[in-house]
């Protein structure tokens, strides 16, 4: 059997807890633009290749995906804890590794404009 090359990232899955930190709008709506602020952090560095929300699945609790280059899972796990929504109890995390051909994280996704309401 011929060996199979592949390129390694560490997968983090955001996901809902049962039972989720309560808050008060306002501070919902603080929690979510740091949450979005910190992310570019870890993207401009090189460290996060690309995140975003998932939608129309069966799974309620999930509510994102992040594929880090950070080199360890416990870097990936680190980044991901340090989320501010994370810190506040609005999002749980799972990482683990995540295998793919080479050069396959680079092919653009179908373009669309999301309403800032949504």
């Known amino acids: 059997m011929a060996a199979l090359q592949l390129e390694e990232f560490e997968l983090v899955f955001l ?17 979510q633009s740091e949450h979005l602020a910190y ?14 929300p998932v939608t129309d699945h069966a799974d309620e609790s999930l509510r ?8 360890s899972l416990e ?7 340090a989320d501010p929504a994370v810190r506040a109890g609005r999002l ?8 793919c051909p080479p050069a396959r994280m680079v092919a653009p996704g179908r373009a669309f404009v999301l309403d800032a309401d949504d």
């Open 92 to 99: 749980v995390i799972e990482v683990m590794h995540w295998w």
């Open 64 to 71: 994102g995906l992040a594929f880090y280059r950070a080199g």
């Open 75 to 81: 870097e990936a796990r680190r980044l991901a804890e």
């Open 15 to 31: 996901r809902r807890p049962p039972e989720p930190t309560p808050y008060d709008e306002k501070t919902l709506d603080r929690i």
């Open 39 to 52: 992310l570019s952090s870890p993207r401009d560095s090189g460290q996060l290749v690309v995140n975003g």
